[in-house]
């Protein structure tokens, strides 16, 4: 018989500090590839799954130092090279003028650089996600907890992590077909 | 209380030195007044370092006193453990009122206006005159300080209330002081600021300069506040909240300060320079000669650029210990602003001068000492807040 492909096993959990303490334990228990779900912010839970570290403040601070380069480039080429213009007896290269614009752009790139690379790291807008086959998932945005262990975590087996999960008392845990 | 016995003798001792050091660097500064050759060009000297030393630590205290109805307004985890520093800081306005008294003595040394024969051979320093005068100037610096003393004794008073009887009604009257109060104080703050520092240059005159001097303050207040949570976080009571990550609103709000501070300063130097009148330049050109824009290049790189990129990083703000560093360069470097603001305008050229050092040392002492003082006072963080108590019991809670 033909098994269907796994993406995980899930727990259901009714408060916000069962799914932290899960989460903690699940760790503790060496799982890597975890994931957890709440219609609320839940302090620390983030910590608890391991998400400790993003690339996101490196591509904002890029994206405000290619800003600032367009913007102070820009007055320069225009005022120096391109189309040099005598004000007020100021040199061309009147770079006091030009620090308003680069301070603007470099708000506008990280800016910018924030918000498209927060949805280029996160996957967002996702149509599909395999834990859209769990009927119970819907509750996730209404008033339940979800702790997910993916499949491709190198300690994962099905029976295990079933076993698991069952053994920190969730309100259900399911099997999510990918 | 246990817990203050550990922390006492610390602050007792501390205390004592900043008092010793204070006196040692007062009798000083008047020495080398004394001294000088010509005892009018001495007394002249001794008035001029003593008005920067002045200017800088009640810039201080101003601004513990905004940082404080900051928080009463806005809330927030980063106000708690410094709300006792921040009113420590501002209790100290009536003794900054007395230390400047020695200032109402020397005004015709200190400003142009201020000398008679001057004001009659210049029209405009005559046409200044209903405003710039000694007595109208110390009038207004009378209300300045009776209207900044009254803030701080309400604050002040209904916070101790809080300690002894945990009426939630008081937040609810801070607050509602804090708003009235924080424009107030702008409003004085500029106007003290424009008699004080930038009269010293009769002709010249920029709407944002209080606005510098606020930020200044707040700025340093911040940075004094996280120099000193750093050494109390090896006590209890704050060694319970200095968990990391607790800090990071502080750090934050000191980078939105260093970051406001680069945007006043430059928006003016801006204006100037592009308006480009000759009644405006010569402040800039005197300061950015020679030496004096070595320092202002100094402000440049060691006032925005290096605490921006420092403060831009979250390791740095997640600890204490980290900030705190960050805290000390700020308040040098506001320290030195402070200098470049007010030194150009007596004439002399950029070198370090004793008398200023000293100065510096003997008010900032007694400043301390008389700080650490308030500090002991009361217990080290509000004890019936409501919103504080809520943000304690949800940590114990987890």
Known sequence: MKQKPIYGVMAEFETPEQVLEAARRTRDAGYRSIDAFSPIPVEGLAEAVGFDWTALPIFVFLGGLFGGCT???????????????NVGGKPYNSWPMWIPITFELTILGASL????GMLALNGLPTPYHPTFNVPRFAMASTDRFFLCIKAKDKKFDLAQAKAFLEGLHPHGVYEIED | MSSSDTVQPVLDRAQRRALALGVVGIVVAVLLGWRAHDAVIGWQKFLQSYLFAYVF??????????????????????????????EAGSR???????????????????????????????????????????????????????????????????????????????????????????????????????DWVMSLDARWFSTIYGLIFMISGGLAAMSLSAIVVRFLSD??????????????????????????????????????????????IP????????????????????????????????????????????????????????YWQIEPAFGTPPELKLLDVFAVIGIGGLWIAAFLGQLKKRPLLPLHDPRFEAVLEHQHGD
Not at chain 2, 302 to 320: A, E, N, S
Request: proline fraction near 5%; aromatic fraction near 16%.
């Open chain 2, 283 to 338: 402040w800039y050109k005197e300061r950015m000669a020679g030496n004096w824009g070595t320092i202002a290049a100094t402000l440049l790189i060691f006032h925005f650029f290096v605490p921006f990129f420092l403060l831009l990083q979250r390791g740095m703000k997640r600890r204490i210990r980290n900030l705190a560093t960050i805290a000390v360069l700020l308040l040098l470097l506001t320290l030195v602003d402070v």
């Open chain 2, 92 to 194: 100290l306005l009536p003794f900054m009122a007395v230390l400047f008294i020695p200032l109402v003595f020397g005004l015709g040394s200190l400003y142009e206006w201020a000398q008679p024969d001057k004001v009659a051979a210049d029209p405009i320093l005559e046409y200044k005159k209903p405003y710039l005068n000694p007595s109208f100037f110390t009038a207004r610096t009378i209300i300045y300080f009776a209207i900044w003393i009254l803030l701080v004794y309400l604050f002040n008073k209904w916070s101790a209330e809080q300690d002894r009887t945990g009426d939630p009604r008081l937040q609810g009257r801070m607050a509602s002081l804090a708003a009235p109060g924080f424009v107030i104080w702008a409003i004085t703050m500029t106007g003290a600021m424009i």
């Open chain 2, 235 to 280: 006590y209890e009571p704050l060694k319970d909240c200095v968990e990391p990550k607790r800090f990071i609103d502080l750090g934050n709000l000191m980078l939105a300060q260093v970051l406001l501070w680069t945007y006043m300063s430059f928006s003016q130097f801006l204006i100037i320079w592009s308006g480009n009148l000759k009644n405006e």
């Open chain 2, 57 to 86: 630590w009640t810039v201080v205290s101003l601004g513990c006193l905004g940082v404080l109805m900051l928080h009463h307004m806005t809330g927030g985890w980063w106000g708690y453990p410094i709300r006792r520093i921040v």
């Open chain 1, 113 to 116: 650089t924030a918000v498209l």
């Open chain 1, 71 to 85: 913007g102070f480039g820009m007055c320069w080429y225009a005022n120096v090279i391109s189309f040099p213009l």
